[in-house]
């Protein structure tokens, strides 16, 4: 029988003060870096809403493998956006979840979202265009105490 005795969040990684420290100086460019990568702006996108298991998020984005979406969560978890968490269960089970710093991402997302419709439209390739996957959360209602 599963015994739970609570969630363990993890620390920053042995590696994370070394990544950092290679991040640009410049604001826009380690904005940039912070957030590049072809999957990290879908992966945070599910986040969210909540936190997911790795198993949620490989069903949510079927086409990353994953090898990458292990690598873009740590990516994200060194950079302070995404939380990783490890219940002590049998066995033992591990979440996602975005932090304070990555949910304040959310409308910068949806912004470039934006900019690449009104970009796609300009040149006149919105028939060449996805779905855009970024959309705002709906308002949750408030939670009953």
Sequence with gaps: MPTKTGPTKTGPTKRGPRLLKRLPLLPAERALKVISGRWKAVILYHLFDGPRRLSALKTLV????????????????????????????????????????????????????????????????????????????????????
């Design 62 to 145: 079927p086409d990353i493998t994953q090898k990458v979406l292990i690598q873009q969560l740590r990516e994200m978890e060194e950079h302070g956006l995404v939380r990783r968490e490890i219940f002590a269960e049998i066995p033992s089970r591990v979440e996602y979840s975005a932090t304070r710093l990555g949910l304040s991402l959310e409308p910068i997302l949806l912004a470039l979202c934006a900019w690449g419709q009104h970009h796609a439209d300009e040149l006149n390739e919105m028939d060449r265009l996805a779905d855009c996957i970024i959309r705002p959360r709906q308002a949750r209602p408030p939670a009953i105490a």
